[in-house]
């Protein structure tokens, strides 16, 4: 299998770059690989793939925090769940952590293998249009979560039997055992190999969930999502997520809003921008034109002289703020056209016309002229 990149470099971005930064980053290149905009693009879809892994890593300050610490092995359960290990002490065959455990009266972590344990979290990506996020949308999502087995009620025994206290640890989930160490022999609490460290035996297992007391089952639900969410901001679904043990609490589903980009809209905030041509005419005489907005097409006056490039704001006409009636700013830049293809009645009045503006332009040609060459 081919080594993961960077998930920095993925983004091109360094490891002290801001939240804003690595936002930024990620819409620049999530729009760049987008499946809309690449279709049939094999290279693009992976690419896109990559992006988001990278950012849903690097958005998140505890993700982000492991990863720096520790790389792709922070998330890769094969590596332990964390990062290097001591590996040049392997051969003595003991544990740090349980070496810690004998010196401050603690029993490593079998100690809380029976205390509650909050229950996973589940991040759902889901795609919007750039109305759905504008307006709001409700949106049927999908997902697998862990829950406890309804056959057995969690125990992990077979309907109508109970699990029996471990003998070997006394349904402690851990024992204590003499271990060779760097130091000399050492007494450490491991966890019960009888049990597996959950003090308790299950002499018939739940046919169901093969004695585990959970399954994993797919869910729907339909979510609300609210007018004006942004592409990368997350939703969140308290309790939602997969079960807890123990009776510990079940965990959440974060929703991961992607917003597909606008063919005429260019979203940044809340506020909107869009370019509209218009004719020389228009701009030198002034003119009432058309402009596009989220509600629809709308008359907006230009004053006479307007240059090309000029942007013109409309206060109120952006996208509304999350639970609020405020909205941002809809910001117009308007492009004038030059005339192509003229007929020689129009070139000959366009040479009368530069002709009596002549000495003006002239004027105007020197005073710029001046700035640079004195």
């Given at each position: ?304 002289g307007t240059q090309t490039g000029t942007t013109f704001t409309l206060r109120q006409k952006g996208v509304q703020y999350v639970n609020s009636k405020n909205r941002g700013s809809l910001h ?43």
């Amino acid at each position: 299998m081919a080594e993961k990149r960077d998930y920095y470099e993925v983004l091109g971005v360094s490891k002290d770059s801001s939240a804003d930064d690595i936002k930024k980053a990620y819409r620049k290149l999530a729009k760049k690989y987008h499946p809309d905009m690449n279709p049939g693009d094999a290279e693009a879809e992976k690419c896109f793939k990559e992006v988001n892994e990278a950012y849903e890593v690097l958005s998140d300050s505890d993700k982000k925090a492991k990863y720096d610490a520790y790389g792709h092995a922070a998330f890769d359960p094969a590596a332990g769940g964390g990062g290097a290990g001591f590996g040049g002490f392997g051969d003595f065959g003991f544990d740090f952590g349980d070496i810690f455990s004998s010196f401050f009266g603690g029993g490593g972590s079998s100690s809380h293998r029976n205390g509650p344990v909050r229950g996973e979290d589940i991040n759902v990506r889901v795609i919007l249009t750039f109305e759905e996020a504008v307006f709001g949308v409700k949106k049927e999502i999908s997902y697998n979560k862990i829950q406890k087995c309804s056959t057995c009620a969690g125990t992990g025994a077979e309907k109508g039997t109970t699990p029996k206290t471990c003998p070997t640890c006394g349904g402690a989930g851990h024992v204590r055992v003499q271990q060779r160490t760097p130091l000399g022999m050492m007494q450490t609490t491991k966890q019960c190999d009888a049990c597996r460290g959950t003090g308790k035996i299950i002499e018939k297992p739940c046919s169901d969930c093969k004695g585990s007391g959970y399954v994993r089952v797919s869910k729907k639900l339909d979510v609300n999502i609210p007018a004006g969410i942004d592409d990368g901001q997350r939703i969140t679904l308290r309790g939602q997520g997969s079960d807890g043990r123990n009776g510990g609490p079940a965990g959440d589903v974060n929703l991961i809003i992607t917003v597909r980009p606008h063919q005429v809209f260019v979203r940044e905030g809340n506020d909107i921008y869009c370019e509209v041509p218009i004719t020389y005419a228009e701009a030198t005489l002034g003119a009432e034109i058309e402009i596009p907005t989220l509600e629809g097409k709308m008359k907006y006056e230009i004053p006479e002289g307007t240059q090309t490039g000029t942007t013109f704001t409309l206060r109120q006409k952006g996208v509304q703020y999350v639970n609020s009636k405020n909205r941002g700013s809809l910001h117009v830049t308007v492009n004038v056209e030059v005339p192509k293809n003229l007929n020689g009645e129009q070139k000959e009045l366009l040479r009368k016309f530069a002709e009596s503006c002549g000495e003006s332009n002239h004027s105007k040609r020197t005073k710029f002229f001046k700035k640079f060459f004195k």
